[in-house]
């Protein structure tokens, strides 16, 4: 079946730090894959996703790649600041399907 | 777009108490999911409703759970009776279309806390 596997938190960066969140997916189709963000009291809201191989999904300074060939898409940004604390999630979903397979999380904790 | 309104935002209750939860999805989204969050289990899909239909409830825990969608802008998820075990952040979340591509547009959750 389909399933993600992203990195255990908590992560704890400092302010300007750069970010990687991994995330490793297992799929029997090509399926779409998103990265979402849940700040705390609220539900999750879409970070970036990507469609097809080799894509880049990006979106408030974060970047993701579609990587097929190693079933990746990790998280990426280059300078992390305070308001970036919050909860990651990776997840998937074939095309042809409606449900998504959401990650564990990832908490990111950025301190000044 | 006042996005996708849960009500309410906390519920504490007794076990073997009733607990309705609401949703009102975002107007013009036909596909609506209710989730349920813990710290164990993460996010796990309970029901799956398209057009108003349930398509997909295998993720319904047991008969104490039941969720309707009885028109395009209201649904309910209802636990009855309710137990500790189901004390979770329990999300609705809408989108446009039911391609596996179409974001999902979440509330801001209902936390259920049974004792």
């Known amino acids: 079946g389909n399933s993600v596997t992203q990195m255990e938190g908590p992560v704890t960066l400092s302010e300007e730090a750069f970010l990687t969140i991994n995330c490793t997916y297992t799929a029997t189709g090509y399926p779409s894959l998103f990265w979402y963000v849940q700040y705390p009291g609220e539900g999750l809201q879409l970070l970036l996703k990507a469609t097809k191989a080799d894509d880049k999904g990006s979106n408030k300074g974060f970047e993701a790649t579609y990587r097929k060939e190693t079933t990746s898409f990790h998280l990426e940004k280059g300078s992390v600041q305070v308001s970036d604390s919050a909860v990651y999630f990776c997840a998937l979903s074939e095309n042809s399907g409606y449900a998504l397979n959401f990650g564990k999380g990832t908490s990111l904790l950025v301190t000044p | 777009d006042a996005g996708v309104i849960q009500s309410p935002r906390h519920e504490v209750t007794e076990m073997g108490q009733e607990v309705t939860l609401r949703c009102k999805p975002i107007s013009g989204h036909n596909s609506l999911f209710w989730y349920r969050q813990t710290m164990m289990r993460g996010l796990e899909l309970l029901i799956y409703?398209?057009?108003?239909?349930?398509?997909?409830d295998s993720g319904m825990p047991e008969d104490r759970f039941s969720a309707k969608m009885p028109n395009a802008s209201f649904s309910t998820l209802k636990i009855q009776p309710s137990e500790p075990r189901d004390s979770a952040v329990y999300f609705c979340?809408?989108?446009?279309?039911?391609?596996?591509?179409?974001?999902?547009?979440f509330g801001n959750g209902t936390r259920l806390t049974v004792t």
């Open positions: 409703f398209n057009n108003n239909v349930p398509i997909d």
């Open positions: 979340a809408s989108s446009r279309g039911q391609g596996g591509d179409s974001p999902l547009h």
